[in-house]
């Protein structure tokens, strides 16, 4: 399968795609994880990168088109993949059509997660993340066992900057102007399946289950009665 998946910042799309690739084999991209990684390790995409991130601005989509048309085609996404946080501009979109076209690709879902703003707050104030493997946890909702160390071990858990209340509020902007063009984009396409993300995640877990089952089964040309 190959999912795309729309929503806030704060809407829990990075928690649910690592249930979703448990369940169903698919491998998680995440162009936020990826940014952070390089930065991380110094390298000049990192370098580059860092100049929007802490703010909460977009990385200007030369940079990330290109690092999508490259992991697309990398053999561990072979057998099926969420795209997380990309695409985030009509342009990148648009630039994602003609790179699944060139390597002969189709996408089968766009999943919004919808959350409202004071939710998302509260969700993103509290968010937490391993410095090393990128998981999230949230200090009350999803708290790590070990509140400095992730489940993988000897991971740093942090605040990133770009949780910070102004950063926050400048990512909620940009997400209205800038991402939610692409809900009409994918719903013309008849691609988008909208999620309540309200709720405990098992419930809003369910819900997306709900939706990618029957085009998982139909992927594989099996029906369940
Ligand atoms: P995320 O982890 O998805 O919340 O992304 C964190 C930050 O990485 C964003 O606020 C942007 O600065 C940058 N970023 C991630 N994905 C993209 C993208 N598709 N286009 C532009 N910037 C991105």
Redesign the pocket.
């Given at each position: 399968m190959k999912i795309i998946f729309l929503g806030p910042?704060g809407a829990g799309?990075?928690t649910q795609s690592e249930a979703i690739c448990k369940e169903y084999g698919v491998t998680q991209l995440?162009?936020?994880?990826?940014?952070?990684d390089n930065i991380r390790q110094g390298t000049p995409l990192g370098k580059e990168?860092s100049k929007?991130?802490g703010g909460?601005?977009?990385?200007?989509?030369e940079?990330?088109i290109n690092i999508?048309r490259e992991e697309l085609r990398k053999p561990y996404l072979s057998k099926g993949y969420i795209l997380?946080?990309?695409?985030?501009?009509v342009r990148?979109a648009e630039e994602l059509d003609d790179i699944l076209k060139e390597y002969d690709q189709t996408l089968d879902v766009a999943l919004v997660l919808e959350v409202d703003v004071p939710d998302l707050v509260r969700r993103l104030a509290g968010r937490r993340t391993c410095r090393n493997c990128g998981r999230s946890f949230h200090i009350v909702f999803n708290p790590p066992i070990d509140p400095d160390d992730c489940e993988i071990g000897g991971c740093d858990i942090y605040q990133?900057p770009?949780d910070s209340e102004e950063?926050v509020k400048n990512?909620l902007r940009?997400y209205e102007e800038m991402t939610k063009p692409l809900i009409e984009y994918y719903e013309q396409k008849k691609l988008l399946r909208r999620i309540d993300g309200a709720g405990e995640m098992a419930e809003v877990y369910k819900r997306i289950k709900d939706v990618l089952d029957p085009i998982y089964y139909n992927s594989l040309n099996y029906h369940p009665i």
């Open positions: 910042p799309k990075g995440s162009t936020g994880n990826l940014l952070r990168a929007y991130i909460g601005n977009l990385v200007p989509d940079i990330i999508i997380d946080g990309y695409p985030r501009t990148q990133r770009d950063a990512r940009i």
